[in-house]
């Protein structure tokens, strides 16, 4: 019987792992894995345009399927471009393997071509980072998988020594799997019932970690039985419904210092999987007492934040726990609350003298399914989307916001069609982003993925532009182009639909809804809305 070799060997561990699609750009060392790929059922190979594309779908595979999104670049600027995408894994939380081409040992430190040490160059943007070897390369790649799953996910890279693939794959081994959280310690719950019994103004605010754990059921309940208002932090959006009667508003975004006025009269903060790797507390907590309800203990700057109580366990069963024992409610004035949160999103309702951002957001909710998928990139316009679009529910607007990389939007959403093919998926970039990564628009097409690309045409980088004005520079290096649009009426075989106003926008996202394969629907917006609601401040 012939021997299983190392590329067989590798695929089927990946697939046993759940992994679906490996997306990347091919090298002659991973001719033998596409070719096991090939002839794997349950498992495919995903062309990308660029690396950097490959690994956001990747990423945004790892939050959407259950398994380690995948994805795999060559040596030297393959692994480099590979890179972006796998930070983006990383403080974005989402699960991934790595894979990219390594020099054979003998060569590992000499002098050549597109050599560098991929190894150093992974340490700092993976949670660890390994080497394939022949006789257990099946426990290498389900520890990299049980690694990148735990607590908290992100990417594990493994570096293909080139030659190794045809080899005879050694005996299979198993590893352990991944731990469910153990529950957090009596003495720790004992210490948080006694600061949510002495707090009058308790505040909720939900993170990355509370969507992992699935707990909007029970941070609602105590929020409920706390009588507490509830913040989010961007990533968790669509954990608590926007008009929920707890619900505050969402940290960072627009008109950030109007849900300021809220969360600065709190005694007392709950972070119900709060991560900082979304917004420090530093910067935007007031000086009041801490209770973190997480699986890892806390970030923070215990000088300036002395009062902190580390609940560190299963999230769920933390909620459950304090819920039980007794919680009461506190002295908030919910009335004004609501209606601070009522003025707060009518200041994002459209400007009726132009066609603006707030508008073709509003128009884009009114024509999209409730149950479908929404990314978004890096610009002015995820301040508006993280503040204003109504999510019902997690994983139905995505958006990178712990690495908050540019380029994100395209790649997120055919991989989010990818892992659910059955819900409609739309994509919101700006014009500046959609310059990073609209090679990627070719892979739609060529797999004739039903996505609506709306790309807010503004040839502005509104962002900096605001900043720069707020500091009374002139705007220097921002406009993307003078006038104009993103080109013609197709681009990489995608049709262009162009809207200059609310009426035309409407219809032809209309259009666009009832029609196969990938389009695009250019907006062609006024950026100086944003001047008003976003980058506000956060600590009062």
């Known amino acids: 019987m012939t021997a299983k070799t190392v590329a067989f060997e590798v695929v089927e561990a990946l697939r046993d792992l759940g992994v679906k699609h490996v997306f990347g750009v091919p090298s002659g060392g991973w001719v033998d894995y596409m070719e096991a790929l090939r002839q794997t059922d349950g498992i495919e190979f995903v062309l990308a345009t660029h690396e950097g594309g490959a690994a956001f779908m990747a990423d945004v595979c790892g939050r959407l399927s259950g398994a380690p999104g995948v994805c795999f670049g060559t040596f030297g600027p393959g692994a480099t471009n590979l890179s972006t995408g796998i930070g983006s894994a990383l403080l974005d939380r989402s699960p991934m393997i790595a894979l990219t081409d390594e020099m054979p040992e003998p060569m590992r430190h000499r002098v050549t071509q597109m050599g560098i040490d991929h190894q150093a160059l992974m340490a700092p943007v993976t949670k660890a980072t390994t080497r394939l070897s022949a006789d257990n390369a099946r426990k290498i790649v389900m520890d990299a998988g049980r690694l990148a799953m ?15 693939s045809a080899q005879a794959a050694g005996p299979s081994a198993e590893p352990d799997t991944i731990p469910a959280p153990a529950q957090a310690a009596a003495e720790a719950l004992a210490e948080a019932a006694e600061r949510l019994a002495a707090a009058s103004k308790p505040l909720l605010v939900l993170g990355l970690g509370a969507v992992r754990a699935g707990v909007a059921a029970q941070a609602i309940a105590l929020a409920e039985a706390l009588q507490a208002p509830i913040v989010l932090n961007p990533m968790a959006k669509g954990m608590v419904a926007e008009d929920h009667p707890l619900y505050a508003g969402v940290l960072f975004h627009a008109l950030s210092d109007v849900v300021a006025e809220t969360y600065s009269q709190a005694d007392l903060v709950i972070g119900v999987g709060y991560d900082p790797v979304e917004f420090n507390y530093e910067q935007w907590m007031p000086a009041a007492a801490l209770l973190n309800l997480d699986t890892v203990a806390v970030d923070i700057d215990r000088a300036q934040y002395p009062e902190v109580t580390d609940v560190v366990g299963d999230i769920a069963h933390s909620l459950q726990a304090l819920t039980g024992a007794g919680a009461s ?99 919101v970039i700006g014009d500046g982003g959609f310059l990073m990564t609209c090679g990627e628009l070719a892979v739609a097409v060529r797999l004739n993925l039903k996505i609506v690309f709306v790309v807010f045409t503004d040839n502005d980088l509104a962002l900096i532009r605001i900043k720069q004005e707020k500091k009374d520079n002139p705007i220097y290096g921002t406009p993307i182009r003078e006038a104009g649009t993103i080109g013609g009426d197709n681009l990489f075989g995608v049709p262009v639909l162009k809207a200059e106003d609310p009426e035309s926008y409407r219809n032809a996202l209309q259009q666009a809804v009832g029609m196969d394969g990938p389009v695009i629907v250019e907006a062609i917006i006024d950026s100086r809305e944003y001047d008003g609601l976003v980058l506000r401040k956060n600590k009062l």
């Open 150 to 164: 735990s607590e908290r996910p992100g990417p594990v890279h493994i570096g293909l020594p080139v030659g190794l």
């Open 329 to 427: 409610p506190g002295n908030w004035d919910l009335d004004a609350m609501r209606a601070r949160r009522s003025a707060m999103f009518a200041r994002m309702s459209p400007d009726s003298t132009t066609f603006g951002p707030c508008a073709a957001l509003d128009v884009l909710r009114e024509v999209w399914p409730q149950e479908g998928i929404m990314t978004c990139d890096v610009g002015a316009h995820i301040h508006l989307i993280g503040q204003k679009w109504p999510t019902p529910a997690p994983g139905k607007q995505l958006m990178t916001n712990g690495w908050s990389a540019m380029g994100f939007a395209i790649p997120a959403a055919i991989a989010a069609k990818l892992c659910r093919p059955e819900l409609p998926v739309c994509s």
